[in-house]
């Protein structure tokens, strides 16, 4: 295992010294104090210089050693392929769940939201929550506490998640480029039960532009409620400015939820770089159901506007959507969702920058 281990940390420091270094929109941790003043064009110029000089040595080496490619090679090319560069961006930009339930770095997130659709009226949200690395456990273990996210959240206009808080401890087992797997263990106070369940992901590259993932989540609670979740991501990259992917994921709750029968939502979603700061989403999104009997729920168009503001440290969003709902007969149901997203945290030691891989304008996928 530790062999294992050491394989994979120097990996990381090959990574970390040759592929086009992904900035956070957080700030790196001790420097709470002072956020906002870090300079994301002189980092950004630093490693294009380190690209670069990268880039010639790999040019020259390979001149003068003609052998074949070994396995690490082949993983870090793989590392430094376009379709997981232009995946980080895109979890991280657009703040993916599956990219916060992954991080292992300290992270605070203020999140007020405000709904408004046609037939269900308006509706407010303020959603909080921290994740706190346990210093002196190898980044092994996080406390959290605040709103649960663990649900689907794959959709780009999704705003029916419940208001969940959970306080507990995420144990990491593994956390590499194709696997990463962790157990969390906690109480829930809104039904106010004991929680532990595990969570594990696989990704693979399919080609240099195209990729799969796999997770899968599995939670018991001791008011006898389950709730097993299953995502499928396959992502493509179309150029250096779209990139599309194409989600499934199934819901499987207990008896004793309210919600009976299996939940399927089948999302695809186009996402646009506009500049480092500003991204658009393009999302059409389906989800069925089994119970009473099979059937379509819902049909959603959404548009997501996200900008991150001259403070790295602060997000807004503009959501307009429309649904065709079979509680309304699928008539048009039009309306917005309005977020500001304050988020501190992230640190470099990670495996990856687990928030935003920005850049400058010449970023590249």
Do not use: C
Not at 77 to 93: E, H, I, K, P
Not at 94 to 109: I, K, L, M, Y
Not at 293 to 312: C, G, I, P, S
């Amino acid at each position: 295992m530790s062999k294992f281990s050491g394989s994979f940390a120097f990996i990381f420091l090959s990574v970390f010294l040759t592929a086009p270094v992904a900035l956070s929109a957080s700030l790196p941790e001790g420097s709470a104090d002072s956020p906002g003043q870090t300079s994301v064009e002189s980092k950004a110029d630093s490693a294009g210089a380190d690209e670069a000089k990268a880039e010639q040595e790999v040019t020259e080496s390979q001149g003068e050693n003609s052998t074949p490619e070994n396995s690490l090679d082949k993983h870090k090319n793989y590392v430094d392929s376009q379709v997981l560069r232009a995946g980080q961006w895109v979890d991280g930009f657009f703040d993916d769940p599956n990219s916060v339930a992954e991080s292992t770095s300290t992270q605070f997130r203020l999140r007020p939201e405000f709904y408004y659709r046609n037939e269900q009226g308006a509706k407010f949200k303020f959603k909080a929550s921290v994740k706190i690395r346990i210093p002196g456990l190898g980044n092994k273990v996080s406390f959290i506490a605040g709103s649960d996210d663990s649900g689907d959240g794959s959709g780009v206009a999704e705003d029916d998640g419940e208001d969940d808080s959970i306080v507990g401890l995420q144990f990491f087992l593994s956390d590499s480029v194709k696997w990463n797997t962790s157990i969390t263990a906690g109480v829930k106070f809104n039904e106010f039960a004991g929680l532990v369940g595990p969570r594990f992901r696989y990704r693979t590259a399919m080609s240099e532009k195209s990729s799969l993932r796999f997770t899968q989540t599995f939670r018991w609670q001791t008011n006898n409620y389950w709730d097993i979740g299953t995502r499928v991501d396959l992502n493509f990259v179309l150029n250096q400015s779209f990139f599309f992917r194409q989600t499934v994921y199934g819901r499987w709750r207990g008896e004793e939820s309210d919600e009976k029968g299996y939940r399927t939502r089948v999302s695809s979603i186009l996402s646009q770089k506009l500049n480092y700061t500003t991204g658009l989403q393009y999302d059409f999104s389906t989800i069925f159901h089994t119970e009473p009997d099979n059937h379509v729920d819902k049909y959603t168009l959404a548009l997501r506007f996200r900008q991150r503001t001259k403070r790295e440290w602060l997000y807004y969003e503009i959501v307009p959507q429309i649904s065709f709902e079979d509680q309304f007969d699928y008539k048009a149901n039009p309306g917005i969702r309005l977020r500001l997203e304050v988020f501190y945290g992230g640190t470099k030691t990670s495996q990856f920058w687990k928030r935003t891989a920005e850049d400058d304008d010449d970023f590249r996928w």
